[in-house]
């Protein structure tokens, strides 16, 4: 049996992992390769699995932890996706507060799994504007001293270090950046990319289909990762909403977005991203935030006017997951009565993450 190619993509939360892998996977179905992604968080519902759905790609979604947590879902998760559509790769996206992922994913899977999957070289996205703040600055980025470990460790394992949203660079800064990190990461293979835009793409999946792979085994601190998870709050909410008149969905969720950073700014409390997405007969609207000084970005606009749209909220903040709730619970209650529309609660998670137990972890 023909090995399926298995390329596992990582980077910090906000990093553009699952812009990425829609690319990924829209350039191998245009090559007309069959591809399954998998998708993966320490929570039910996500936006990243809708984005993805919408996109029409298939995907298998691991909530309750990361894939070293979850070893033997994401294997479940595979075969679901090998049933389904015998696919030629597999794209996955661990949790972006993850990390040791070489040592208890890539590994594990060379060694139990090696006649199934040929194993990529392993990727991690990094977001320009939070490698200034935490790689070149030497500073936190907002964070805590913990939460900024994880960063840095992230980029220690990698192959493959992807600096990410380059067209919002200019040149002299792209070319500095890039240079520093192979500075900083001489383990690591740097490139620059655009996941919006697919510049340096080719550069990229030349890079991920060299034999190589897992060679960067880290020497971690497992108190200060777990530590470093457990400082960030995370809320994935889902609510239906209702009015007797149509309402404007998309003014809707970028007054809904805008009401949550701001209150979460007055804490101050620095957001390591904010998604939302909203869903009628019309269309879906996505829209996101990667820090608490960043402007809104929508990833799609269709939604348009209606009276009943589904919406579902993904934050992690660096914030007590109780003060997280009430925010949006007091942003959204709010907005719905200027606005005319009723809303319910129908699934709501809060929590900070537990400490990481690697199923295997082959050093």
């Not at 939360?13 to 699952?18: E, V, W, Y």
């Not at 504007?129 to 935490?134: G, L, M, N, S, V």
């Not at 470990?149 to 192959?159: C, G, M, N, T, V």
């Not at 957001?271 to 970005?297: D, F, P, V």
Request: net charge positive; hydrophobic share 40%; proline share 4%.
């Amino acid at each position: 049996m023909k090995k399926i190619k298995f390329i596992l993509v990582g980077g910090f939360l906000g990093a553009g992992k699952t812009t990425a892998l829609c690319r990924l996977a829209r350039y191998f179905t245009d090559k007309g390769l069959r591809v399954g992604l998998i998708t993966n968080d320490q929570a039910n519902n996500l936006v990243d699995t809708h984005a993805v759905k919408i996109e029409g790609f298939n995907v298998e979604e691991i909530p309750g932890g990361c894939f070293c947590c979850k070893f033997n879902d994401l294997i479940k998760a595979a075969d679901k996706l090998i049933a389904k559509v015998q696919p030629d790769l597999i794209l996955a996206e661990p949790v972006g507060s993850c990390t040791d992922l070489v040592a208890t994913v890539i590994k594990p899977l060379k060694l139990y799994h090696k006649d199934n999957f040929s194993i990529a070289p392993y990727t991690t996205l990094l977001d320009p504007r939070r490698a200034k703040e935490i790689i070149v600055s030497g500073k936190f980025g907002g964070f805590s001293g913990n939460v900024a470990y994880i960063f840095k460790k992230q980029l220690e394992e990698s192959d493959i270090i992807a600096l990410n949203k380059i067209d919002t660079l200019k040149p002299a800064q792209s070319h500095n950046l890039l240079s520093l990190l192979k500075k900083k990461f001489p383990n690591s293979k740097i490139i620059g990319i655009s996941c919006l835009t697919g510049k340096g793409f080719s550069r990229w999946i030349k890079a991920a289909g060299a034999e190589k792979s897992g060679s960067n085994i880290l020497d971690l601190d497992y108190d200060i990762y777990a530590k470093g998870e457990a400082e960030l709050g995370w809320l994935n909410s889902v609510a239906e909403l209702c009015a007797k008149a149509p309402f404007s969905t998309e003014e809707f969720l970028k007054t809904l977005t805008l009401r949550i950073k701001g209150s979460l700014n007055k804490i101050p409390a620095e957001i390591a991203h904010l998604k939302l997405a909203l869903s009628t007969g019309l269309g879906n609207s996505l829209i996101h935030l990667t820090r608490s000084s960043q402007g809104l970005e929508f990833f799609k606009k269709e939604s348009g006017k209606s009276i009943k749209a589904r919406l579902i909220v993904n934050a992690r903040v660096h914030v007590d997951p109780e003060a997280l709730r009430g925010i949006f619970i007091d942003v959204l209650n709010k907005l719905c009565k200027e606005e005319g529309v009723g809303f319910r609660i129908r699934s709501q998670q809060y929590f900070r993450p537990g400490r990481p137990v690697p199923v295997y972890r082959i050093t």
